[in-house]
Each structure stands twice: as C-alpha cells, then as structure tokens.
C-alpha cells in the first residue's frame, strides 16, 4: 500500500477507462462527476418547473407541440401529428403513461402535485446539494488545503455512486403506478404517510428511500470531508490560513453530518407508517402528525443554510480576487458562519408558525430567527466593504457574484418579514414564500455555482470557458430570473397561495393572473438560457482556450498546482506562509501574493519592506 | 477496513496528527449516530410524555420482560469490558489475549442478541407487534434500531477477529482494532439509556 503512494507520483501509470472516468478515486474526477449529475439534475428539475409554469400561465391549455391543436379542441378535427397521435392513444384500451399524466397534453391536476414536488426535491438534495457540496467540495478541499486526495478515497467514491443510486430511484418514481410523490418536498404528514390521501402508493415510498440513500451518500462525504480538513492541511496552513470557501465546506459538513441522520430516522417512521402498519404520524392511530414537522424542519432548516454556505464561501473567494483586495474582516466571515451554523439548530419553529405552536414559543422561534439576520448581515456588509473602493474586474464569475451578494440581499430581506409570526399569518403558504426561497437558492446559491463553474473550470479542466457567451448568459439569466421571482413577491402579498394547480378557480386571484403569464414567459427565458450555458461548459471542455496555471492571479493554493491537475495535485506538498486574501500588498511588485510566497521575498526572490505583508 | 489501515498519502507527508484519519472518522460517524437516534427517541419522549398513562390505555396488559431483558444489559456492559481488555492487550502488544477476550466480547454479544430475538418472539406471540399502537411501534423500532447496530457491531467484530487470528495486529498496528472498539463501545453505552427509558419509565 505505501509502496502505491509513492508510485503514484514518482512515474506515470496508465489506468484503464473505468478506474479513471467511471470508479475512479480520485478527488478531481469525482468533483467533475458530481458537477455532471447535478448540472443534468438542474436541466431535469428545470424542465418540471416550465411544464408547472404553462399550466399556472394558461391553465387546462393543452402543451404546444405535444397537446391537441387549438383547431382540434374547437371544431374536434385532427389538425396536427399531435392530435393523430393523441386520437391513437385515445383509442387502445391500454392506459399510456402520458395519458395519465397529461392527457391530450394537458397537464392532469394529481400530475401537477407531482410536478412541483418533483422539482423541489431535485433541486435541493440532487442538484445545489450535489453541485456546492459535492462538486466544488471534492475538488476544491484538497487542492486549497494543499494535500494530495481525500483521506478515504474509496469512500469518497462510494458517496458518488450512492448519490447516483439515490438520483436513479428518484427518476424511476415518476414511472409506477400512482405516480410521482406528491405531498410538497417537505412530505407533509399525513399526506404522505398515508396512501390513500393523496393516491400515491409507491411513488412516496421511493421518495423515502432515495433521500435516505441521499442521506448515506452525504454522510460518507462528511465523514470525508471532516477528516481531510481537520488532518491533512499543508503544512503551514492554519486553520485561520484557510480559504473562506473550506470553512463553509467544513461548517457545512459538519451539518450535513448532524442534520441528515434525524431526517433519515423521520423518512424511516414514514416508510413504516406506510407499509408496516404503525402510526408514528396518524392521528386515527394514535400517531402525531406534527412530529413529522418538527423532525423535518430540524434538519431541513440546516439544509437550507447547507445549500446557502458554501455560495457564501466561493464568493468570498471571488470578490477580493476581482477586486483585488483582500476579503473585508477574514475573521468575522468565520464566525459568523459558525454562528448562522449555530443559530440554524434553533429557529426550526418558524416553518410552524401556522400550524399550532404555544405563542410564547412563536415568539422564542421568531426571535432566534430574527438573530439569524445578524450574522448574515456581517456577511453582507464584509464583501460590501471588500468592493469599497476596490478597482473591480468585471468578468463573468465576478457578474456571477455580485448577482449573488444582491440577490441574496433581497433574499435575507424577505425572511425577516416572515420570520415575525403576525406577518406570517398573512403570507405563509403564498407565493411570497416562493419568491424568497428562490430569492435565496436560485440568487443566492445557484448565482454562486454559475459564478464558481467560471472560476474554477481552468483548473478542472484545463481550458477557459467562453467569456461571451458567459456573459450573454449571465445578463438574461440575471433579467430573467428577476422578472420570474420579484412578481412573486406580490401575488404573494394577494393572496396567492403556493402549490394549487388552478389559480383561476378564484375569482379573487384572477385580477392577478396576467401577472402570472408574465412570470411564465420570463421562465420560459430563463429556461432557455441554460442551454447557453450548457453549450458552453461543454463545449469548453474541449475546445475551450487553453489556461494557464494562474488566469486569474489568486493567491489560493489550487492556483500553484499545474494545470491540467495531475494524479496526487502538487509536485512537492506546498509550504504555507500567510493568509489567503492578500491582495494589492503595499511594496510588492504584483498586486497578488500567493500563500506558498515565503514572507519578505516577493515573486522573483527580492525582499518586501519589512510590515508590507500581514499575516 | 483496509481502507481504513492505511489511507492513501496518509502520514506520508504533511504535519504530525494529534489522531490518525481512522479513529477521527469514527468519531464523525458515531456524531451521526447519536443525532439518528435522537430522532428516534425524540419521536419516543413525545408520545411517552403526551400520554397520561404509559402504555396507553389500549396497550394496558402489556408487560416488558424488565428482568430477562435487565440480565441482558449486565450482558452488554460486560461485553463492552472485555472489548476494552481486548484493546488494551494489543496495546501492550499481547496478540494472543486479543483474540481470547474478542471472542469473548462476540459470544456476550451473539448472546444479546440472541436473547433480545427471543424476547421478541415471545412479545409478538403475544399479541405485542408493531402495529399494536404508538406503544408497540415506538417499542420494536427503537429497540429494533439499536439491535440492528448490535448486529452490525459484531459482524464488524468478526471481521477485527479473523484479522487478529490471521495475527495482523500489534503494539503498533492495531487502528482496526480501535475503530471497532469505539463502535462498539457507541452501542453499549446507548443501551441502558435505552432501558431506562423503554422498560424502565
Ligand atoms: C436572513 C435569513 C433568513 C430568514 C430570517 C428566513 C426566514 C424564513 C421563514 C420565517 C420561513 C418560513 C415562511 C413560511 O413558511 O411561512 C422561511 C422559509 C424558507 N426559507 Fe428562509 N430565511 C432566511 C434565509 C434563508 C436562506 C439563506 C435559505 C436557503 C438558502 C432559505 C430557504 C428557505 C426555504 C427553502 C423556505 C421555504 C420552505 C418551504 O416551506 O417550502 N432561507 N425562511
Ligand atoms: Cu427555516
């Protein structure tokens, strides 16, 4: 076995296809497969949200190219390819699966409940999840920390492939009979805990066993992740040295690793509700259904900040890079992570506001909640204060950036609104709620991956991505996603409540309704612009620009590994002398000093003025 | 386990660790395992403390073997002694003695579970199954949960021992030895908790 260390990076060896593209071990090549599935995730889980969308824009009108033709449904003559086929399916006697769901390609109601169900829960545990955590994760933490792999590199793998497993029972409960789970991604009880409320047999089954699958796969990542960051820095490399971006990987692992497991003891009671015959969550049997809540939103509440952090962290990243400064108050960005990591254990109760909860513990949730807004808000005014006066670079994952400092702004703006349990009366479970999870996920999170897939891809892949068509992408993107979730804020605000198939069943929602086919048509842009970005990353892959070692002069230690990376990172183990952010240091010769730079000696070996460069 | 014997790059360069990647990570994982079974006896203490008699009314004839099941926790405690025993001999480099006092920590622990299962038997026989109620549920999936952890603490066990009679641990050589007994050692303390709470209160 140590005799396999020292072969690896002393002379080249050949592995077969599999071992280095399918089963392979090595950290880089699982970042990328985990960047492949969430990005396929993100155009699945996409997809879902544009067929919501047609049917909350213009509801029972038949899909285009796949419905019946307007022609059709008018005067009943076949006009188009789609109305022959759909006369076919009518036909047989033997029930297809888009009958069901669509018939005459209009989107069934029970098929809606699927729908937005569906789109939540692949876009929290298989794609952000997936593309923070286990994409930029396993590539970033041992190139930043300056080591060779994870520490356990089989089970780094394993976690992988169990995600993969987890993504594969996902898709396969769109295909049996009931359909798709349907209670909400939060799987309220007892609508999902028995199956006769909502019709779903298995569907909600295998939506419980893929989570805990899920779940398994995060905590091998944890586990993984824990041990290589507490063990295996370089040396030099303080825990204070360490980039923003690991110790919101770090904090996040650590939540994952504590939150997971009571959500997976909950998904468990469920399965049992559902097919052993108990009843932990129904009231006929004795069972407490507002259990379920409050397991749920103990972990889930920490799942929205796991889905947050690690944005945070790859923005602090990027800012002080393009604005050449270093990042503002270092310390105050650890510990306000570890406090907003701290503070998500508590304020759980504020997803409960309306369903039953003693007043003075209202008031106790909405209180810690509120709290959460401080170190946020540290945050904020830090990478506020990185931008003060700095010369900016505009490039693409800068745009990327500063759309997630703004967006999530807007997104934090709105939580305090809902966090006071008066307000919440009026506006939970409305489209305000809709408005700020996406002003935090999509703004927030989903701005810092785009703005992180830029930035890094020249070290994952050796080539740049396409700066134009970048920004092409990053301005409709940013446009459109406005003209989708701001609006929301204000059906919300009507009365338009969430998860409803139909809008137009109430006569009070049908003033706002052309504010909803507005919303439907930004998303259909918003949709079609990640295609560009799909067409670039792969495209880039292989004929993107060539990149050097260091395109975008950083100072982390990713940066002083060789591009492309090589089996086992660096030549020698790097020796770390500062911090990551020190940028634009008075007396040196270039405005970056790399944290591998001894201190008093710049790039070319001459001494810096004593007290130029602060650790 | 070789994974965990020896990680890749491990200790082959870098600064000197206060504990090696393999007892860190089980450290890790039993922070998992602590906070599933919080779920779970969470989901227990509120029905327990939302019922103004326990068992409830519907369940009020059912007796839980207190004494059978009491022996059986003196069982599982020793077996958690003879681990550390076993850990220490190899510690001191002792080889034959770990293998005599893991086989004695895999025999008590087979013994738990067998005795438990046989409970068990006995409960269902008597009309006491998961679908008797919260009382029956909350009782076979929390003390189910915890079985199944024994049940995994030995398999891994006998894995550890087939290593120690192949004679592959010694005074400095034995983390798999380790890793297994603070699993182990995670499983024994959590069950009188659990006795207390389920049998007992
Ligand atoms: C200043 C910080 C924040 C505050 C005060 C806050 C507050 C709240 C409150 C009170 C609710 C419940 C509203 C209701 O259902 O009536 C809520 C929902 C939600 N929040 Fe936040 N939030 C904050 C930041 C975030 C962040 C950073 C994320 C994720 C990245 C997030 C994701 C969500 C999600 C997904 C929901 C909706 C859950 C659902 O019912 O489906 N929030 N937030
Ligand atoms: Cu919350």
């Known amino acids: ?615 | 386990m070789n994974e965990l014997e020896h990680t890749s790059y491990e200790q082959a360069e870098g600064e000197s660790r206060p504990i090696s990647n393999a007892r860190l990570a089980v450290l890790v994982l039993l922070g998992a395992e602590i906070m599933f079974f919080a779920g779970l006896i969470g989901t227990f203490l509120v029905f327990r403390l939302g019922s103004v008699t326990w068992p409830p009314p519907s369940q009020a004839d059912v007796r839980l073997p207190i004494g059978v099941t009491g022996l059986n926790t003196i069982v599982l405690l020793l077996s958690g002694y003879t681990m550390f025993q076993g850990l220490r001999a190899i510690r001191q480099g002792r080889q034959k003695e770990l293998r005599n006092w893991l086989f004695a920590t895999g025999l008590l622990g087979i013994t738990f579970l067998v005795v438990q299962g046989s409970e068990w038997i006995r409960l269902v026989h008597h009309g006491f199954t998961l679908s008797s109620g919260v009382y029956g549920s909350v009782f076979y999936v929390l003390i189910g949960c915890h079985a199944l952890h024994v049940l995994v603490a030995v398999l891994w066990l006998l894995v550890v021992f087939a290593g120690a009679i192949a004679g592959r641990f010694s005074m400095n050589r034995y983390v798999s030895v380790e890793v297994c007994a603070i699993y182990w050692a995670f499983v024994v303390v959590l069950w009188p908790l659990l006795y207390i709470l389920v049998y007992l209160i």
Not at chain 1, 115 to 121: D, S, V, W, Y
Not at chain 1, 441 to 461: E, L, N
């Open chain 1, 1 to 615: 076995m140590n005799d396999h260390t020292h072969e690896s990076h002393d002379h080249h060896h050949e592995e077969s296809f599999i071992r280095k593209y399918i089963f392979s071990l090595d950290h880089k090549m699982i970042g990328k497969q985990f960047l492949i599935f969430g990005l396929i995730m993100f155009m699945v889980g996409g997809g879902l949200a544009l067929l919501f969308r047609w049917q909350l824009a213009w509801p029972d009108r038949p899909l285009p190219i796949i419905g019946f033709s307007k022609t059709y449904q008018e005067t009943g003559e076949v006009a188009t390819d789609a109305d022959r086929k759909w006369e076919e399916r009518f036909d047989d006697d033997k029930e297809t699966w888009l009958e069901t769901n669509m018939p005459g390609g209009v989107i069934d109601p029970a098929f809606y409940n699927s729908l937005f169900t569906m789109h939540a829960t692949i876009m929290v545990f298989f794609v952000v999840v997936p593309l923070l955590v286990g994409a930029f994760g396993n590539f970033l933490i041992p190139l930043m920390i300056g080591t060779r792999d994870m520490a356990f590199p089989v089970l780094n793998m394993l976690s992988f492939w169990s995600n993969m497993l987890g993504g594969l029972i996902m898709m396969a409960g769109f295909f049996v009979p009931g359909g798709h789970a349907a209670a909400g991604w939060t799987g309220y009880a007892p609508l999902s805990s028995v199956a006769e409320y909502s019709g779903v047999d298995w569907g909600q089954n295998l939506w419980c066993i893929s989570l805990i699958v899920m779940g398994i796969s995060s905590l091998m990542g944890s586990i993984n992740y824990i041990t290589t960051i507490i063990n295996m820095r370089a040396p030099g490399m303080t825990y204070f040295r360490l980039p923003l971006v690991i110790w919101s990987l770090f904090i996040v692992a650590i939540l994952l690793l504590l939150a997971f497991p009571v959500v997976a003891s909950a998904l468990a009671l469920i399965l049992f509700d559902r097919m052993a015959g108990t009843s932990f969550f129904i009231a006929a049997g004795g069972g407490e259904p507002l259990l379920w809540q409050h397991l749920f939103w103990f972990f889930a509440h920490p799942e929205v900040y796991i889905l947050i952090l690690p944005g945070m962290g790859m923005a602090s990243e990027m800012l002080p890079v393009f604005a050449r400064k270093p990042v503002f108050g270092y310390k105050s960005m650890v510990f306000a992570m570890i406090a907003i990591a701290f503070l998500s254990w508590i304020v759980w109760g504020h997803h409960m506001f309306q369903s039953g909860m003693n007043p003075a513990l209202g008031a106790s949730f909405m209180t810690t909640t509120m709290l959460i807004a401080v170190p946020s808000a540290i945050k904020t005014f830090n990478w506020l204060g990185t931008l003060h006066r700095a010369s900016i670079r505009f490039t693409v994952p800068m745009l990327n950036t500063l759309a997630f400092v703004s967006m999530f702004v807007i997104g934090g703006l709105s939580g305090i609104y809902m966090a006071n349990s008066p307000v919440d009366i009026f506006i939970h479970d409305t489209y305000y709620i809709v408005a700020h999870i996406h002003y935090v996920v999509f703004g927030g999170s989903v701005f810092a991956i785009f703005g992180g897939i830029f930035y890094w891809f020249p070290k994952m892949f050796g080539r740049h991505m396409n700066a134009t068509l970048g920004k092409i992408h990053f301005w409709i993107t940013f446009l459109a996603f406005n003209g989708v979730f701001f609006p929301m804020h204000i059906i919300g605000v009507g009365g338009h409540m969430r998860r409803i198939a139909n809008p137009m069943q109430y006569e009070y929602l049908q003033p706002l309704q052309p504010i909803n086919v507005f919303i439907t048509i930004c998303a259909f842009i918003l949709g079609v612009a990640q295609i560009l970005l799909l067409i670039n990353v792969f495209w880039s892959i292989f004929r993107g620009k060539v990149a050097e070692q260091n395109p975008w002069q950083a100072n982390t230690l990713e940066w002083h590994a060789p591009t492309p990376v090589p089996h086992g990172n660096f030549g020698a183990i790097p020796q770390v002398y500062h911090g990551p952010y020190e940028y634009s240091v008075p007396g040196a010769e270039t405005d970056w000093t790399p944290q591998t730079q001894p201190n008093g000696e710049s790039l070319h070996g001459e001494p810096i003025p004593v007290g130029a460069s602060a650790d």
